[in-house]
């Protein structure tokens, strides 16, 4: 899927000097492509095999739901503080240009045991980990994560003990 590459946008110095951002909502605004990059990650072993989808906030929220209508597979949002009610799981993490917390509603994951994190994007693997850590304290399994761009530069993948499917490298 290499023509997905100029469907994405890069802004230099954004959201702070030194970082080279890669806007993947380039892709959405062209449906075909879009339906073609759904069709491919709903069609992983990993999305199949899990009992359940982890999407990250915000832009893994619109390619994870496509992904779970998709594969017929339950979604569960991992949001930023103070978005979800209820009693919440959290954890922190850092990313190239900051800091952060997660949180997944507790009650969400009572049901399933087996996740397939989806997120648009593949960096320091910050997020990623801390979505991962969430999971594993709540003796839950990470199959593994499908991202639509990977900046392998960062080497997040490394950083990860489970499978990553990236459709772009860079």
């Known amino acids: 899927m290499n023509s997905l590459k100029e469907f994405i946008d ?16 380039g892709i959405i605004q062209e449906p075909v492509i879009f339906k073609e990059l759904i069709l491919k990650m ?6 199949k095999n899990a009992e ?13 739901s496509a992904i779970s209508l998709q594969a017929s597979k339950p979604m569960i949002v991992a949001r930023k503080p103070g978005k979800l009610p209820g009693e919440l799981v959290e954890n922190n993490y850092t990313l190239e240009y900051g800091e952060n917390t997660l949180s997944i ?17 593949l960096a320091t693997g910050g997020t990623v980990n801390c979505v991962s850590k969430i999971l594993e304290q709540n003796n839950k399994e990470v199959l593994g994560i499908l991202v639509v761009v990977e ?4 080497e997040g993948k490394l950083k990860l003990d489970f499978p990553v499917e990236s459709s772009i490298i860079y």
């Not at 900046?151 to 960062?154: D, E, Q």
């Open 52 to 64: 359940a989808i982890i999407s990250i906030d915000a832009r893994g929220f619109i390619f994870g």
């Open 42 to 47: 709903s069609s992983s072993q990993i999305i």
């Open 151 to 154: 900046l392998s530069n960062l």
């Open 10 to 25: 890069t802004y230099k110095d954004y959201p702070k000097k030194g970082i080279e951002f890669k806007d993947v909502l």
């Open 105 to 121: 509603q507790k009650k969400a994951l009572h049901k399933y045991n087996s996740y397939a994190i989806v997120d648009d994007l």
